[in-house]
């Protein structure tokens, strides 16, 4: 059953696996992108501090669905609703190709706990701050919360989800993340991974939350799986 480990989580707690304490600098908040990008630019190497991501995981293992590569055969046209002309499907040769979200599933309370967990995240750098991680749990962090984020605005606008494109201002640019004192937007997270991993690969851990985009994992990345994992969606998106 998709939804036999998926349960509501009203607190949750992010483990850090730290010894001694951190306090956090008080700065003001960058006005331009390149003043983001340098104020997350800085780590600490062999840092033993980790976040977990164990509810994360908890989700995207029960509603994460791996459906294989296409088999180039389109889908069937659906029958538009009683007094509509909506058709909620997907005639394309890719419809069955790339992980997928099971969003028709999710109910009110499976979104409060997506909800909740986005916001701990957004929170967790209060206690460890960024700079204290190593720059593989930088990495993990700023993948797993803009996935968070992306998957959690899809959950909520199903099944009616406008064009991206046309969505832009809303979706992309909206500043309504707050890590370490910072607005950020989805573009922010984008450009902060882009600048500070010098590496193609990091594209391919950005869930779009569309078809034709890379692939959304069934698992959370982590500081130790966080290359393995893009190496793997990098191969499923190359081969698409």
Do not use: C
């Amino acid at each position: 059953m998709v939804f036999q480990n998926f349960k509501i989580i009203y607190f949750i707690p992010i483990i850090l696996l730290t010894f001694g304490f951190f306090s956090i600098a008080k700065a003001e908040i960058p006005e331009t992108s390149s003043e983001i990008i340098k104020y997350f630019s800085y780590y600490t190497e062999g840092s033993n501090i980790k976040y977990t991501y164990k509810d994360w995981s908890t989700i995207l293992a029960s509603t994460v669905m791996r459906v294989g590569p296409s088999n180039r055969f389109k889908g069937r046209k659906a029958a538009p609703r009683t007094s509509s002309r909506i058709r909620l499907s997907n005639p394309k040769p890719s419809w069955l190709e790339g992980n997928r979200v099971v969003y028709d599933k999710l109910n009110e309370e499976h979104i409060t706990s997506v909800n909740y967990y986005r916001m701990a995240l957004e929170s967790t750098p209060n206690v460890a701050p960024l700079a204290s991680l190593s720059k593989n749990e930088q990495l993990a962090y700023w993948l797993n919360l803009y996935n968070v984020t992306v998957y959690s605005k899809m959950a909520q606008e199903y099944p009616l989800v406008k064009t991206i494109s046309l969505w832009k201002k809303k979706f992309w640019d909206e500043k309504g993340l707050f890590v370490e004192a910072k607005n950020l937007s989805l573009n922010d997270i984008q450009n902060i991974v882009i600048a500070n991993w010098d590496s193609p690969l990091v594209i391919y851990g950005l869930y779009q939350g569309s078809v034709g985009g890379p692939n959304i994992q069934n698992a959370a990345f982590t500081g130790e799986n966080v290359w393995e994992k893009l190496n793997g969606s990098a191969k499923d998106f190359v081969n698409s």
